[in-house]
């Protein structure tokens, strides 16, 4: 019995840290987008996908969900790229 409660432990261990460091893509995004809003984008046709664990709910980050006058839609392309590239195995959530 032993056995599986190292197995447990070490599976628990494993899939809990994310597979990839933060650092790379966050400097990249910071390269490419800089403080660049979603609404200040050229196309009207953006949209990020993620999920806020908080409120247990999907978030759209679009131009026009950043016109709507909500504070949590306005924020950097890059941080809601941050968002939706979160997938707790890839990466720490954002």
Do not use: C, W
């Amino acid at each position: 019995m032993a056995t599986a409660g190292f197995f447990i432990n070490y599976l628990y261990q494993f899939l809990s840290k994310p597979a990839f460091q933060r650092e790379n893509i966050d400097n990249l995004l910071t390269e490419m987008f800089g403080t660049n809003n979603i609404t200040d984008s050229i196309s009207s046709e953006i949209l990020l996908l993620s999920y806020a664990y908080n409120h247990e709910e999907p978030r759209f980050f679009s131009k026009l969900g950043s016109n709507s006058g909500k504070p949590d839609y306005q924020i950097t392309i890059a941080d809601a790229v941050r968002a939706s590239s979160a997938a707790p195995t890839y990466f720490m959530p954002f």
